[in-house]
């Protein structure tokens, strides 16, 4: 049992006084930096050419522009959008889209607020659900 422990010395001990393998050279780095850098020129280029070739507008715009929006709940939102010359008021809710109201655009003016403001609630409501009604 001895001569087998004896045996097995030499073997560690040429273990023990191996070089550790060399660390990261200075060569890795300079290759993971350019290749950083040709990745994010790649996205730049594609950028810039998604620009030129929409003539300078943003995606989706087409002649539509959102003026404003109030959430009314965690899903549900009014928003008031710009389609050619006139503003739409939206409704939006999970599964379904509404157009509420249509204005004149730039037309926000207190005079409409007062003239339903003179009328009762019961007034209103018959003439909103008229209105919806085929």
């Known amino acids: 049992m001895l001569r087998f422990i004896l045996l097995l010395l030499p073997l560690t001990a040429a273990a023990a006084t191996e070089t550790p393998p060399p660390g990261v050279g200075f060569a890795s780095y300079v290759q993971a930096g350019l290749a950083l850098a040709l990745i994010i020129s790649l996205l730049a280029g594609a950028a810039w050419l998604a620009r030129k070739v929409t003539g300078g507008k943003g995606f989706g715009q087409g002649g ?7 959430a009314l709940g965690p899903r549900e939102r009014i928003v008031l959008i710009e389609v050619g010359d006139e503003w739409l008021v939206i409704g939006i809710v999970p599964g379904q889209i509404r157009t509420l109201h249509r204005l004149a655009k730039g037309d ?24 919806r009604r085929p």
């Open 64 to 70: 539509m522009r959102v003026i404003g929006g109030v």
């Open 108 to 131: 926000l003016s207190s005079e409409g607020a007062k003239a339903d403001a003179d009328r009762p609630f019961a007034q209103w409501l018959q003439n909103i659900s008229e209105r």
